[in-house]
């Protein structure tokens, strides 16, 4: 799964802090194996 996210919070974050983040919110989702692999790229708004 490729996935995009965009998102203010992201504001000064390191692209690792940004990407923590992402895995945080679907924690349960990456631990149950509903989501077998996650390709990430994180923006802030233009």
């Known amino acids: 799964m490729q996935v995009t996210v965009i ?15 992402v895995y945080s919110a679907l924690k349960e989702e990456l631990a ?9 790229k994180t923006e802030t708004p233009n």
């Open 7 to 21: 998102s203010s919070e992201f504001n000064g974050l390191s692209l690792v802090k940004q990407h923590q983040l």
């Open 32 to 40: 149950s194996e509903a989501i077998h692999a996650l390709a990430l």
